[in-house]
């Protein structure tokens, strides 16, 4: 196996696991918390969205999807591609309103897609190369996307603990 099959199996987990979160939820059900300081259902997977979305477009030099369409407004947010829910307090998590699990499904989708297309044209070189000096050691191509993964994994199975407390299957 290469490295971009390696890479690509990974990522390639994620849309079954954000759409078996979130299927069939009301919003309501999506913006739900088990109680104060945690984080809801919608706000985990556009979260995690917002992550992969935010650091591939940074990977390849061009905008993000979230800058493209409507997606800010389906989530009754604004179009601020710095804003990715880091470091967000309760209030700011309750702000994240998805309009439907389809437009969770719908923003994964399209970023996934993009995902996958750089995950294909990667050489085992690739990954050496610094894309980010601010930290001591530098971050290089390789660590920044199994952060990336290692992260969306994370939210996608807090999702899925939560969906269970709603008893939403």
Excluded: C, K
Aim: charged share 25%; glycine share 10%; proline share 5%.
């Amino acid at each position: 196996m290469d490295v971009s099959d390696l890479l690509s199996e990974a990522y390639d987990r994620l849309p079954d696991l954000v759409r078996a979160a979130v299927d069939g939820l009301s919003p309501e059900q999506l913006r739900w918390t088990p109680g104060g300081g945690v984080n809801s259902i919608g706000w985990l997977v556009w979260h995690l969205t917002r992550i992969q979305d935010h650091h591939v477009a940074d990977l390849l030099d061009a905008d993000q999807v979230w800058a493209s369409g409507d997606w800010a407004g389906r989530f009754g947010l604004a179009t601020d591609p710095d804003d990715t829910g880091y470091g967000y307090s309760a209030e700011q998590v309750a702000a994240v309103r998805p309009e439907s699990a389809q437009v969770l499904v719908d923003y994964y989708d399209a970023v996934a897609a993009r995902t996958g297309r750089f995950l294909a044209g990667l050489r085992p070189a690739d990954l050496d190369r610094v894309v980010d000096e601010s930290w001591d050691p530098p971050v290089t191509l390789g660590v920044r996307l199994v952060s990336v993964v290692d992260d969306d994994l994370q939210h996608a199975g807090q999702a899925a603990y939560i969906r269970g407390l709603i008893g939403a299957d």
